[in-house]
T-cell receptor
Protein backbone atom coordinates (compact mmCIF):
# COMPACT_ATOMS: atom_id res chain seq x y z
CA UNK A 1 0.00 0.00 0.00
CA UNK A 2 1.09 3.55 -0.77
CA UNK A 3 3.14 5.24 1.97
CA UNK A 4 1.93 8.64 0.84
CA UNK A 5 -1.57 9.68 -0.13
CA UNK A 6 -3.00 12.94 -1.35
CA UNK A 7 -6.56 14.11 -1.05
CA UNK A 8 -8.59 15.04 -2.89
CA UNK A 9 -7.40 13.63 -6.21
CA UNK A 10 -9.47 16.11 -8.19
CA UNK A 11 -11.14 19.36 -7.22
CA UNK A 12 -12.92 22.15 -9.01
CA UNK A 13 -13.39 25.33 -7.03
CA UNK A 14 -14.47 28.88 -7.62
CA UNK A 15 -12.23 31.91 -7.65
CA UNK A 16 -11.93 33.45 -4.22
CA UNK A 17 -12.75 30.35 -2.21
CA UNK A 18 -10.30 28.75 0.23
CA UNK A 19 -8.97 25.31 -0.64
CA UNK A 20 -6.96 22.85 1.45
CA UNK A 21 -5.06 19.93 0.02
CA UNK A 22 -3.89 17.15 2.27
CA UNK A 23 -0.79 15.00 2.15
CA UNK A 24 -0.63 12.03 4.48
CA UNK A 25 2.34 9.71 4.93
CA UNK A 26 2.82 6.52 6.86
CA UNK A 27 6.61 6.39 6.46
CA UNK A 28 7.49 8.67 9.38
CA UNK A 29 9.76 10.69 7.07
CA UNK A 30 10.95 14.02 8.36
CA UNK A 31 10.92 15.95 5.10
CA UNK A 32 7.78 16.82 3.17
CA UNK A 33 7.32 19.04 0.13
CA UNK A 34 4.59 20.57 -1.97
CA UNK A 35 5.19 21.14 -5.68
CA UNK A 36 3.03 22.37 -8.47
CA UNK A 37 3.37 21.10 -12.03
CA UNK A 38 2.63 23.31 -15.00
CA UNK A 39 3.46 22.78 -18.68
CA UNK A 40 6.84 24.19 -19.60
CA UNK A 41 7.87 24.62 -15.98
CA UNK A 42 8.32 21.13 -14.69
CA UNK A 43 7.75 20.93 -10.96
CA UNK A 44 8.22 24.01 -8.83
CA UNK A 45 8.51 24.04 -5.07
CA UNK A 46 5.76 25.80 -3.15
CA UNK A 47 6.55 25.02 0.48
CA UNK A 48 8.43 22.41 2.40
CA UNK A 49 8.70 21.07 5.93
CA UNK A 50 11.57 19.63 7.89
CA UNK A 51 9.61 18.67 10.96
CA UNK A 52 6.47 19.28 12.94
CA UNK A 53 5.70 22.99 12.85
CA UNK A 54 8.90 23.62 10.86
CA UNK A 55 8.06 24.89 7.42
CA UNK A 56 9.53 27.28 4.89
CA UNK A 57 8.74 28.86 1.54
CA UNK A 58 9.78 27.61 -1.84
CA UNK A 59 10.14 29.50 -5.09
CA UNK A 60 6.41 29.93 -5.81
CA UNK A 61 4.90 30.37 -2.37
CA UNK A 62 2.77 33.49 -2.96
CA UNK A 63 -0.89 32.76 -2.30
CA UNK A 64 -0.17 29.53 -0.44
CA UNK A 65 0.26 28.58 3.19
CA UNK A 66 1.07 25.27 4.85
CA UNK A 67 0.79 23.60 8.19
CA UNK A 68 2.30 20.51 9.72
CA UNK A 69 0.94 19.74 13.17
CA UNK A 70 1.77 16.05 12.96
CA UNK A 71 4.63 14.19 11.32
CA UNK A 72 2.28 12.37 9.00
CA UNK A 73 0.24 15.29 7.69
CA UNK A 74 1.25 18.27 5.56
CA UNK A 75 -1.55 20.59 4.52
CA UNK A 76 -1.42 23.09 1.67
CA UNK A 77 -3.96 25.91 1.76
CA UNK A 78 -4.90 28.32 -0.97
CA UNK A 79 -6.41 31.15 1.07
CA UNK A 80 -8.32 32.64 -1.84
CA UNK A 81 -8.00 30.57 -4.99
CA UNK A 82 -7.19 32.27 -8.29
CA UNK A 83 -7.23 30.92 -11.83
CA UNK A 84 -3.42 31.03 -11.91
CA UNK A 85 -3.42 28.37 -9.22
CA UNK A 86 -5.07 25.88 -11.56
CA UNK A 87 -2.42 23.18 -11.61
CA UNK A 88 -1.47 19.68 -10.60
CA UNK A 89 -0.14 19.58 -7.06
CA UNK A 90 2.28 16.94 -5.89
CA UNK A 91 3.33 16.12 -2.39
CA UNK A 92 6.67 14.39 -1.86
CA UNK A 93 8.38 12.88 1.14
CA UNK A 94 12.00 12.11 1.86
CA UNK A 95 13.78 10.29 4.61
CA UNK A 96 17.01 12.22 4.14
CA UNK A 97 18.03 15.62 2.90
CA UNK A 98 21.45 14.93 1.43
CA UNK A 99 22.22 14.52 -2.24
CA UNK A 100 21.68 10.79 -2.24
CA UNK A 101 18.11 10.44 -1.08
CA UNK A 102 15.25 10.59 -3.51
CA UNK A 103 11.63 11.52 -3.21
CA UNK A 104 8.54 9.42 -2.96
CA UNK A 105 5.66 11.24 -4.61
CA UNK A 106 1.98 11.20 -3.95
CA UNK A 107 -0.40 10.59 -6.83
CA UNK A 108 -1.11 14.30 -7.29
CA UNK A 109 -4.14 16.53 -6.96
CA UNK A 110 -5.57 18.14 -10.05
CA UNK A 111 -7.03 21.49 -9.03
CA UNK A 112 -9.12 23.63 -11.33
CA UNK A 113 -10.09 27.15 -10.31
CA UNK A 114 -12.99 28.54 -12.33
CA UNK B 1 17.73 30.67 -11.24
CA UNK B 2 17.00 27.61 -13.31
CA UNK B 3 19.46 24.91 -12.45
CA UNK B 4 18.22 22.09 -14.65
CA UNK B 5 17.83 22.42 -18.39
CA UNK B 6 16.06 19.94 -20.61
CA UNK B 7 16.27 21.29 -24.14
CA UNK B 8 13.99 18.76 -25.85
CA UNK B 9 10.31 19.52 -25.25
CA UNK B 10 9.23 16.47 -27.21
CA UNK B 11 10.61 13.49 -29.07
CA UNK B 12 9.32 10.68 -31.24
CA UNK B 13 11.12 7.37 -31.20
CA UNK B 14 10.37 4.10 -32.92
CA UNK B 15 9.78 0.99 -30.95
CA UNK B 16 12.97 -1.02 -30.23
CA UNK B 17 15.22 1.96 -30.91
CA UNK B 18 17.32 3.72 -28.30
CA UNK B 19 16.61 7.30 -27.27
CA UNK B 20 18.72 9.84 -25.41
CA UNK B 21 17.12 12.55 -23.32
CA UNK B 22 19.33 15.53 -22.63
CA UNK B 23 19.81 17.15 -19.24
CA UNK B 24 22.32 19.77 -18.18
CA UNK B 25 22.60 21.21 -14.73
CA UNK B 26 24.31 24.00 -12.90
CA UNK B 27 25.70 23.82 -9.38
CA UNK B 28 28.76 24.96 -7.49
CA UNK B 29 28.36 22.24 -4.91
CA UNK B 30 30.82 19.34 -5.36
CA UNK B 31 28.33 16.92 -3.81
CA UNK B 32 24.97 16.43 -5.44
CA UNK B 33 22.58 13.84 -6.74
CA UNK B 34 20.96 13.60 -10.14
CA UNK B 35 17.67 11.83 -10.70
CA UNK B 36 15.35 10.94 -13.53
CA UNK B 37 11.62 10.48 -13.10
CA UNK B 38 9.02 9.18 -15.50
CA UNK B 39 5.48 10.49 -15.59
CA UNK B 40 3.09 8.42 -17.71
CA UNK B 41 -0.26 9.74 -18.81
CA UNK B 42 -1.79 8.44 -15.59
CA UNK B 43 0.12 11.19 -13.80
CA UNK B 44 2.18 9.47 -11.14
CA UNK B 45 5.87 10.21 -10.75
CA UNK B 46 8.04 7.12 -11.06
CA UNK B 47 11.69 7.10 -10.01
CA UNK B 48 13.96 5.69 -12.72
CA UNK B 49 17.60 6.18 -11.92
CA UNK B 50 20.04 8.00 -9.64
CA UNK B 51 23.61 9.23 -10.14
CA UNK B 52 25.76 10.64 -7.36
CA UNK B 53 28.34 13.27 -8.18
CA UNK B 54 31.14 11.13 -6.75
CA UNK B 55 30.08 7.94 -8.48
CA UNK B 56 32.84 6.74 -10.79
CA UNK B 57 30.60 4.70 -13.02
CA UNK B 58 27.50 5.65 -14.93
CA UNK B 59 24.32 4.42 -13.29
CA UNK B 60 22.26 1.71 -14.95
CA UNK B 61 18.85 0.27 -14.14
CA UNK B 62 17.64 -2.28 -16.61
CA UNK B 63 17.00 -0.53 -19.92
CA UNK B 64 17.83 2.85 -18.39
CA UNK B 65 21.32 4.23 -18.18
CA UNK B 66 22.62 7.64 -17.25
CA UNK B 67 25.39 9.14 -19.35
CA UNK B 68 27.09 11.26 -16.70
CA UNK B 69 29.66 13.78 -17.94
CA UNK B 70 30.65 15.73 -14.87
CA UNK B 71 32.95 18.26 -16.52
CA UNK B 72 30.20 19.18 -18.97
CA UNK B 73 27.55 19.11 -16.22
CA UNK B 74 25.50 16.75 -18.27
CA UNK B 75 23.33 13.83 -17.13
CA UNK B 76 21.58 12.38 -20.15
CA UNK B 77 19.15 9.51 -19.82
CA UNK B 78 19.45 6.70 -22.35
CA UNK B 79 16.53 4.33 -22.84
CA UNK B 80 17.51 1.28 -24.83
CA UNK B 81 15.12 -0.84 -26.87
CA UNK B 82 12.17 1.51 -26.49
CA UNK B 83 8.77 0.04 -25.75
CA UNK B 84 5.32 1.51 -26.25
CA UNK B 85 5.01 1.76 -22.49
CA UNK B 86 7.94 4.17 -22.42
CA UNK B 87 5.70 6.89 -23.83
CA UNK B 88 5.66 9.45 -21.03
CA UNK B 89 7.03 12.72 -19.75
CA UNK B 90 10.54 12.46 -18.35
CA UNK B 91 11.97 14.82 -15.76
CA UNK B 92 15.57 15.38 -14.79
CA UNK B 93 16.12 16.59 -11.23
CA UNK B 94 18.99 17.56 -8.97
CA UNK B 95 19.54 17.76 -5.24
CA UNK B 96 22.51 19.65 -3.78
CA UNK B 97 24.08 18.20 -0.67
CA UNK B 98 24.54 21.70 0.73
CA UNK B 99 20.81 22.27 0.68
CA UNK B 100 19.98 21.39 4.26
CA UNK B 101 16.38 20.67 3.47
CA UNK B 102 16.87 18.40 0.51
CA UNK B 103 14.98 20.46 -2.00
CA UNK B 104 14.95 19.24 -5.60
CA UNK B 105 15.23 21.31 -8.74
CA UNK B 106 13.39 19.90 -11.72
CA UNK B 107 13.79 20.48 -15.42
CA UNK B 108 10.82 21.35 -17.61
CA UNK B 109 10.57 17.81 -18.89
CA UNK B 110 10.75 15.96 -22.21
CA UNK B 111 7.66 14.31 -23.68
CA UNK B 112 8.55 11.01 -25.35
CA UNK B 113 6.22 9.27 -27.76
CA UNK B 114 7.14 5.76 -28.83
CA UNK B 115 5.65 4.73 -32.18
CA UNK B 116 5.17 1.18 -33.50
Amino acid sequence: DAGITQSPRHKVTETGTPVTLRCHQTENHRYMYWYRQDPGHGLRLIHYSYGVKDTDKGEVSDGYSVSRSKTEDFLLTLESATSSQTSVYFCAISERADGMGGYTFGSGTRLTVV
Amino acid sequence: AQKITQTQPGMFVQEKEAVTLDCTYDTSDPSYGLFWYKQPSSGEMIFLIYQGSYDQQNATEGRYSLNFQKARKSANLVISASQLGDSAMYFCAMRDATDSWGKFQFGAGTQVVVTP
